[in-house]
């Protein structure tokens, strides 16, 4: 029985949840920054061979609270099929208190109300959503595939339907070009979003990938450091939230922060400022321990 196929990424937060891969890659996979599922064909597993893969959880970790939906953007498979994985897991797992999934803006926009209603009633609670970007323009740089207003519309529809939503920002994605439009556009489509959690990872440049080579031929300049935190800062500043609870602690950012946005904003940017001064209590994760 193949439990995995390929590599398996998962949020930082379901680093103790069982990890059932019920689609292999992404279903979209055409972004300009992403390497992550570039070796895999997307695929929906057959409910006979995640039946078997369920068991084997079952036997193993008969005392699992949490279940994380992998690849890429579970959610794009067919509502019917979803349901039936999640009434297995329910099944299964006695303690069962949570189960998310990663969530693409068009596997949300093509769902109806009612198909999205029955997700979170049989159980999914958490969706991930990568906006990466609030900038049309940096969006259609990267090749992400929808527009600030399409994910916006996709969240409002998610959130009607009383799920939780976490939302990623990639800190560096606008290069040095468009910085300040990515982190002021980014915190204007974030606050309108409202999301639960947020979340920002910072840019890293993965071998294989368009975006890489853009940086090779000097078509793509990355922040450094200081330029990084000046960007988060930006964005920091920008936005209106009221009870979002906030991490960059991800392993590809310079400075761990975390917070409640906007109760701990002033707090947050005055450890940027410490650290873009240079005063020793925060210091910068050196570019060797960044990783993906």
Same mark, same amino acid.
Not at 108 to 137: C, V
Not at 195 to 214: C, E, I, Q, R, S
Not at 244 to 250: G, I, K, Q, W
């Given at each position: 029985?193949?439990?995995?196929?390929?590599?398996?990424?998962?949020? !930082?937060?379901?680093?103790?949840?069982?990890?059932?891969?019920?689609?292999?890659?992404?279903?979209?996979?055409?972004?300009?920054?992403?390497?992550?599922?570039?070796?895999?064909?997307?695929?929906?597993?057959?409910?006979?061979?995640?039946? &078997?893969?369920?068991?084997?959880?079952?036997?193993?970790?008969?005392?699992? &609270?949490?279940?994380?939906?992998?690849?890429?953007?579970?959610?794009?498979?067919?509502?019917?099929?979803?349901?039936?994985?999640?009434?297995?897991?329910?099944?299964?797992? !006695?303690?069962?208190?949570?189960?998310?999934?990663?969530?693409?803006?068009?596997?949300?926009?093509?769902?109806?109300?009612?198909?999205?209603?029955?997700?979170?009633?049989?159980?999914?609670?958490?969706?991930?959503?990568?906006?990466? #970007?609030?900038?049309?323009?940096?969006?259609?740089?990267?090749?992400?595939?929808?527009?600030?207003?399409?994910?916006?519309?996709?969240?409002?529809?998610?959130?009607?339907?009383?799920?939780?939503? #976490?939302?990623?920002?990639?800190?560096?994605?606008?290069?040095?070009?468009?910085?300040?439009?990515?982190?002021?556009?980014?915190?204007?489509?974030?606050?309108?979003?409202?999301?639960?959690?947020?979340?920002?990872?910072?840019?890293?440049?993965? !071998?294989?990938?368009? %975006?890489?080579?853009?940086?090779? @031929?000097?078509?793509?300049?990355?922040?450094?450091?200081?330029?990084?935190?000046?960007?988060?800062?930006?964005? %920091?500043?920008? %936005?209106?939230?009221?009870?979002?609870?906030?991490?960059?602690?991800?392993?590809?950012?310079?400075?761990?922060?975390?917070?409640?946005?906007?109760?701990?904003?002033?707090?947050?940017?005055?450890?940027?400022? @410490?650290? %873009? @001064? @240079?005063?020793?209590?925060?210091?910068?994760?050196?570019?060797?321990?960044?990783?993906?």
């Amino acid at each position: 029985m193949e439990i995995y196929r390929g590599n398996i990424f998962r949020p !930082p937060s379901e680093a103790n949840s069982v990890i059932l891969q019920v689609t292999v890659g992404c279903s979209y996979n055409k972004c300009t920054f992403c390497g992550m599922y570039k070796d895999k064909v997307f695929q929906i597993r057959p409910l006979k061979e995640v039946k &078997e893969i369920i068991n084997f959880f079952k036997l193993n970790y008969p005392f699992a &609270e949490k279940v994380f939906l992998a690849d890429g953007d579970a959610l794009s498979a067919p509502t019917e099929y979803l349901i039936e994985v999640l009434k297995m897991l329910k099944n299964s797992f !006695p303690r069962l208190k949570k189960i998310s999934s990663y969530a693409g803006p068009k596997s949300l926009l093509t769902k109806s109300a009612e198909e999205l209603r029955a997700l979170r009633e049989n159980g999914i609670s958490l969706l991930y959503i990568g906006l990466e #970007s609030g900038s049309d323009i940096v969006l259609k740089k990267v090749q992400k595939g929808f527009t600030a207003a399409e994910i916006i519309h996709a969240c409002q529809k998610a959130k009607e339907a009383n799920f939780e939503l #976490s939302i990623t920002v990639i800190s560096g994605l606008g290069g040095k070009e468009l910085w300040q439009e990515h982190a002021l556009s980014s915190a204007e489509v974030v606050s309108k979003i409202s999301p639960h959690f947020l979340a920002t990872l910072t840019l890293m440049l993965v !071998p294989g990938t368009k %975006l890489y080579k853009d940086a090779e @031929e000097n078509r793509f300049q990355l922040l450094s450091s200081k330029e990084i935190l000046q960007e988060l800062k930006l964005f %920091l500043q920008n %936005l209106n939230l009221s009870n979002t609870v906030f991490r960059s602690n991800h392993a590809s950012n310079y400075l761990p922060l975390k917070g409640v946005l906007n109760q701990d904003r002033a707090k947050l940017i005055k450890i940027i400022d @410490e650290a %873009l @001064e @240079e005063k020793g209590i925060w210091p910068l994760r050196p570019e060797y321990l960044r990783r993906l």
